[in-house]
């Protein structure tokens, strides 16, 4: 029918039976990559799931009107020489579309940081980043494969101790 949208698909949980469990993102990458290397495996059979997810936002610093200012003209800057570049590229005049692309860039980049910062009045004087971090990471494999994996995976680490 027309104007009718079809539900977006459901993402299904990985399947499988556990064939080992890390403290680390890079130790389950490592037992994946050396499943990988083992060459016959099937490392489509493989997920790495992490579990008990946090959300973590690290402070990186003070903000001042001086810092947002400055970060929001410079990233202004180089969007507006991009601009002004691809201008030029359709033009015989190189340095003028340069120039206007760079003013212009820099207003605009005063604008769109200097704007929500005002609006935020003082609530928010810092920076941060943010990033997902788990508990452990659990690898699980196809029960096809999961045995050859978990012994694979345990001999590797006995090998490595």
């Known amino acids: ?3 009718k949208q079809s539900p977006a698909p459901v993402k299904a ?3 499988g039976w556990p064939v ?3 403290t680390s993102y890079a130790e389950a990458q490592a037992a994946v990559d050396m499943l990988s290397d083992d060459g016959d495996f099937p490392v489509k059979d493989i ?3 992490g579990v008990d997810l946090m959300e973590v936002e690290k402070v990186v610093g003070r903000l001042s009107w001086g810092k947002v200012l400055g970060r929001g003209a410079l990233s202004g800057a180089w969007m507006g020489l991009f601009i002004g570049l691809l201008i030029s590229m359709f033009q015989t005049e190189l340095v003028a579309p340069l120039v206007a692309g760079l003013a212009m860039g820099v207003v605009f980049g005063l604008v769109t940081a200097g704007v929500p910062y005002a609006m935020s009045r003082g609530t928010r004087d810092f920076a941060t980043t943010t990033e997902i971090i788990a508990n452990r990471y659990d690898v699980i494999c196809a029960p096809d494969s999961a045995r050859r994996a978990r012994d694979l995976i345990s001999r590797h680490r006995h090998n490595r101790r």
């Open 47 to 49: 997920s790495i799931i």
């Open 1 to 3: 029918m027309p104007g």
């Open 20 to 22: 080992g469990s890390f």
């Open 13 to 15: 949980m990985p399947a």
